[in-house]
């Protein structure tokens, strides 16, 4: 049985590799087996990498709730998946907030904001601004 | 029928003793009956505030999560953020009576304590023994934020299914 603190170590682990370009994600355009079920419904890409030679898929989702026959309630969440190579999915980590960070974390990784930023060269003295 | 001396002397001891008897479990009901409202009271305390505060801890490590991106950049703003998830958690720790959660939130604070009152620094893997030792005493690392990160994760997520744990067992 794995504890809980052990998963959100895991995940924190896995969020400070991604950050600090240890572990790098790629983003998955034409996911196909990904773990949704009932009114899941995926929300974006999905994102993957390989870690300790374990695939990893990670990807938001929206869920639906039924509070009453007319009464629902949409909300997103993001799932990290261990899967198989033809990405289906083996395992999921339970949903919380670490995934959340993660997902934070990858997005910014994979969307090259950093090199864009870089290349503006805004850090100057503001006699070199550039407009 | 006259009633001796003796007779009174015996009856008034044993009243007495059953008086005593009387007094020491009516004190034994009522510490019972403080200790049943005092859990009631935190149970209470524990339902109203707690989310509101989980929801907290949450947007904050959030933040932390993004200051992390460039850490030695945001250096101050990473032990302001440190002293609000201090004071959130303290609040919390007087709500909880699981022993385990409490263990992990007094260590925490600890560590916290440690972010925020010593300097950072970039770590050198390739430092001298002795220089590492004096960093590993009086500097915190960029790691050591990510291990008050994760502590913190730890509480959250605990304390969450503490809550749950609770809701699920008075509404089934």
């Known amino acids: 049985m794995i504890e809980e603190s052990e998963i959100v170590k895991a995940i924190s682990l896995i969020n400070k590799l991604t950050k600090q370009g240890k572990l790098a994600w790629k983003i998955n355009r034409n996911p196909i087996n990904v773990s949704l079920s009932g009114d899941e419904k995926l929300n974006g ?18 869920s639906t709730f039924y509070s ?11 799932r990290l998946s261990f899967t198989e190579s033809n990405g ?28 864009f930023f870089d290349k503006l060269n805004l850090n100057t003295d503001e006699d070199d601004f550039p407009f | 029928m006259a ?22 479990l009516t004190l034994l009901v009522a510490n019972n009956v403080r200790k049943v409202t005092q859990r009631l009271q935190n149970s209470i305390i524990f339902d109203k505030r707690v989310p509101g505060q989980l929801k907290a801890i949450s947007l904050l490590l959030s933040d932390f999560n993004i200051l992390l991106n460039n850490t030695s950049a945001n250096v101050n703003q990473i032990k302001s953020l440190l002293a609000l998830l201090k004071s959130e ?3 919390l720790s007087i709500k909880i009576t699981d022993k ?9 604070v600890k560590r916290i304590d440690g972010d925020i009152n010593k300097s950072f620094i970039i770590e050198d893997r390739n430092a001298h023994l002795f220089r ?29 299914n503490l809550y749950k744990d609770k809701k699920a067992t008075v509404t089934p």
């Open chain 2, 132 to 160: 590492k030792a004096y960093n590993l005493l009086f500097t915190v690392s960029e790691d050591d934020y990510w291990k008050s990160y994760t502590a913190v994760g730890e509480i959250h997520r605990a304390i969450d």
């Open chain 1, 68 to 78: 009453e026959y007319d009464t629902w309630e949409v909300s997103s969440h993001h």
């Open chain 1, 45 to 62: 890409y999905t994102y993957e990498t390989i870690y300790n030679d374990q695939n990893l898929r990670l990807f938001k989702f929206n």
């Open chain 2, 89 to 91: 958690i303290l609040s």
């Open chain 2, 3 to 24: 009633i001796k001396l003796d007779d009174i002397n015996t009856w008034g001891t044993i009243a007495t003793f059953v008086g005593l008897g009387i007094s020491i």
């Open chain 1, 88 to 115: 289906t999915s083996l395992w999921d980590f339970p949903l919380g907030r670490e995934v959340d960070d993660l997902y934070e974390t990858v997005r910014f990784k994979t969307s090259n904001v950093e090199s």
């Open chain 2, 100 to 108: 385990r959660t409490k263990q992990l939130i007094i260590n925490t």
